[in-house]
């Protein structure tokens, strides 16, 4: 099992271009969620998803925007990006259950710089 | 709503001293709490979770950590660090039994073992 993949590592951004991180799990988890860390800040959630076509919003989700077509990819886009967006972005999974009551399963993480 | 502390940026520990990262929080009803680690260009592992029962939680890596209910606490301790246990660590803490909380994790605490 390949576990949470992440793509792309490192990526650098012009204010108001568009992107989308790629993730996609191989363990058939249920849940999916985005963060993004910054130094001082801790991990915050921005989005998560408790199945196909199901997503919901964390504490910091707005510029940016989510969907979850099947079970395996869960992308983060955003949309309009903004140098405040620059921040390391980590994808996770956990199995079913209630929401946050598994421990998760991170992916390596992207970095984003917005210029 | 809820929340998480780790009131130690740094923690430094002699290798073979027995280690504390301390953790408290705030939370209505029962919490599911969390313990991370993130080594260099990482995502983060999970260690261990208490979710109820006994009040000391044993997890990965001869980790453990004791859920105090009256003192809202929930500190990581090892008997005899390593040098390669210096990472970063971070609580977390959820209630899936509420729909509008999340998970939130603390800011972190950097652990050096010193050789």
């Known amino acids: 099992n390949a576990g949470v993949t992440q793509t792309p590592k490192f990526q650098v951004l012009k204010t108001g271009q568009s992107m989308t991180l790629q993730c996609a799990q191989d363990?058939?988890?249920?849940?999916m969620s985005w963060y993004r860390q910054d130094p001082g800040m801790g991990l915050r959630l921005i989005h998560y998803s408790v199945g196909a076509g199901i997503t919901d919003q964390g504490e910091v989700p707005n510029g940016y925007n989510v969907s979850r077509s099947t079970t395996e990819d869960f992308p983060l886009r955003l949309l309009s990006a903004a140098p405040s967006q620059t921040s390391v972005y980590f994808c996770?999974?956990?199995?079913?259950?209630?929401?946050?009551?598994?421990?998760?399963?991170f992916g390596p993480g992207t970095r984003l710089t917005v210029t | 709503a809820q929340s998480v502390a780790q009131p130690e940026d740094q923690v430094n520990v002699a290798e073979g001293n027995p280690l504390t990262v301390k953790c408290t929080y705030s939370v209505s009803g029962n919490p599911y709490l969390f313990w991370y680690v993130q080594y260099p260009n990482r995502g983060l592992q999970f260690l261990l979770k208490?979710?109820?029962?006994?009040?000391l939680v044993k997890g990965s890596y001869g980790f453990e950590a004791e859920f105090n209910k009256s003192q809202t606490s929930f500190h990581l301790k090892k008997p005899s660090a390593l040098v390669s246990d210096s990472a970063l660590y971070f609580c977390a803490v959820s209630r899936p039994s509420n729909r509008d909380d999340k998970i939130i994790f603390g800011k972190g605490t950097r652990l050096h073992i010193l050789p």
């Open positions: 208490y979710i109820t029962g006994d009040n």
């Open positions: 996770a999974s956990s199995p079913s259950g209630l929401a946050f009551s598994y421990e998760q399963y």
């Open positions: 363990m058939n988890h249920e849940y």
